[in-house]
């Protein structure tokens, strides 16, 4: 079964400074996506990133930029120039296709890391 | 804004009871997942719908049950409720469904508190 593990309930940093999230994952399968969701105070889930696995190179949105390694199956969120506005609750997901025939698929959620950023 | 619309914003009822969480998928989207989260399980995967027809079930309870309607939107169906229900329900929708890869895109969720 996939299982994705956040290993880090919470995290705070000071405002500006660069902060990275871990998350690391167990599949058996070669070709599979993985995702970083910010859920903030209002709690509405909000896609940061997503990365593909066959692809080599790192995905990046703006100050937001991923550590994939393919191998040690660690997908880490690295957060530059940290806003306040980066205050929330982070989760790392792996999408898995249940059946290819069905069209069914899900994601699977670690358990999050509840990042603060201070003034 | 996701795109994705969830009604009601918030609930409270007493145990027993059977509420209807309802969602309105992003313009265009053919599937609709549920998801449930709560403070000792985390998100759990409920239910996958694809153009109306339920393609993946996940720790869904018999209790509840789930439909995507013909213009899309879904509603969630939980029936002789329990306090351990109380919990924030998302809905989610995607482009198509399936295609592994599929950008989920969640609502705001629909909190409900069973007292």
């Known amino acids: 079964a996939q299982t994705v593990t956040q290993s880090q309930p919470e995290m705070s940093v000071q405002e500006a400074e660069t902060v990275t999230l871990s998350c690391t994952y167990d599949?058996?399968?070669?070709?599979?996506?993985l995702f970083w969701y910010k859920q903030p105070p209002s709690r509405q889930m909000i896609l940061v990133i997503r990365?593909?696995?066959?692809?080599?190179q790192n995905a990046t949105e703006n100050r937001f930029s991923v550590n994939f390694q393919k191998a040690a199956k660690s997908f880490s969120l690295k957060i530059s120039d940290s806003q306040l506005g980066d205050t929330a609750m982070y989760f790392c997901a792996f999408m898995k296709l249940l059946s290819v025939i069905q069209g069914a698929q899900k994601l699977v959620f670690g358990q999050g890391t509840r990042l603060t950023i201070n003034p | 804004d996701s795109g994705v619309t969830q009604t009601p914003k918030h609930l409270i009822t007493a145990t027993g009871q059977r509420v209807t969480l309802r969602c309105s998928p992003r313009?265009?989207?053919?599937?609709v997942y549920w998801y449930q989260q709560s403070l000792d399980q985390g998100l759990q995967f409920l239910i996958q719908?694809?153009?109306?027809?339920?393609?993946a079930k996940g720790n869904i309870l018999e209790r509840f049950s789930a439909q995507q309607f013909p213009d899309l939107h879904s509603e969630l169906n939980l029936s002789s409720l329990e306090l351990g229900d109380s919990a924030l329900y998302f809905c989610?929708?995607?482009?198509?469904?399936?295609?592994?890869?599929?950008?989920?895109?969640f609502g705001e969720g629909s909190w409900l508190t069973v007292v």
């Open positions: 313009s265009g989207d053919l599937s």
């Open positions: 990365q593909e696995a066959y692809k080599q």
């Open positions: 719908y694809y153009n109306g027809e339920e393609r």
């Open positions: 989610a929708s995607s482009a198509r469904g399936g295609q592994l890869g599929d950008t989920i895109y």
């Open positions: 599949t058996s399968e070669s070709n599979y996506y």
